[in-house]
């Protein structure tokens, strides 16, 4: 004990002082605190305080600099500008390798309904079902160019996104949607975790927000689709037509549907988000 000080009390408790003499040689401790007796009690309890605060600032700040584990409790400031990979053709433009079939039937035999001519991926549009990755993706923009034969007439698709779970018709997942005149559109299938513009949304399905901008039947058509984190932005010939926020992030195959007409895929490219700025 230091006796009755409570200004020496106080210093204890911080620092777990000696009362002899420390190793650079200055005054005992018990001498400091003598020559304290004539400063204000007021100044004394100050100075304890601003000598605990610091030092509860340093032990946290050496915790955390130390231990890998230690969770960050605090705000993080979100990352900003995506950085991107190499680019990956999700279709090769010579056969399906990397993809397979699931119709309604449970079979999953992908070249019932899909097949490569002249570098163009063919959907004849049956049986119900999707041709999906083998591999899954999380963060990443992907390009799908696509059309409608003029002498089929305008038909129906979608791009399925993130894909979980059992295969199914239609598995649970988002759906950019192909359906000619629609493409913009967002569907949510089987409650995909995801907040979409209340205002445009009835439903499963969010509409898009502008007047259709698709090319005429038999031209090709651009979807650039943007899965950021919780963030999700379709973009239709180069006008962004819908966006949705705080979607699950996980991995998840991508889909592409025959749903009962014929339609024709260029391109199918993805780019991985691999880092942010």
């Known amino acids: ?36 007796r004539h400063i204000p009690i007021t100044s004394i309890c100050f100075a304890a305080f601003l000598l605990i605060a610091g030092s509860s600032v340093l032990v946290t700040s050496s915790t955390s600099a130390s231990s890998s584990d230690t969770k960050v409790t605090a705000p993080i400031k979100s990352p900003g500008s995506p950085v991107f990979g190499k680019a990956i053709k999700l279709f090769n433009g010579t056969d399906l390798a990397g993809w397979t079939g699931f119709f309604q039937d449970k079979s999953t035999d992908a070249s019932q309904a899909w097949s490569v001519r002249d570098g163009i991926l063919v959907c ?76 445009r949304t009835n439903g499963r399905r969010t509409t898009k927000a502008h007047e259709t901008n698709e090319k005429p039947l038999g031209e090709w058509n651009r979807y650039r689709i943007r899965l950021d984190r919780g963030n999700l932005t379709l973009e239709v010939n180069g006008l962004v037509q819908n966006e949705a926020a705080e979607c699950e992030q996980i991995p998840g195959r991508i889909g592409l549907q025959s749903e009962g007409a014929a339609i024709e895929f260029k391109t199918v490219e993805l780019r991985p988000i691999i880092a942010w700025k």
């Open 1 to 36: 004990m230091l006796g009755g000080n409570p200004a020496a009390h106080a210093f204890k408790s911080v620092g777990g002082c000696s009362s002899g003499p420390n190793h650079l040689g200055t005054p005992p401790i018990r001498g400091i605190l003598a020559s304290m």
């Open 124 to 199: 004849n549009g049956q049986p119900i079902g999707y041709l999906q990755t083998d591999l899954r993706f999380e963060n990443y923009e992907l390009v799908v160019e696509w059309r409608f034969d003029p002498k089929k007439g305008a038909g129906n698709s979608g791009v399925l996104l993130r894909i979980k779970g059992e295969d199914n018709v239609w598995p649970n997942s988002i759906e950019a949607q192909l359906h000619s005149r629609n493409a913009g559109d967002i569907w949510n299938i089987g409650g995909f975790p995801m907040k979409a513009a209340q205002e």
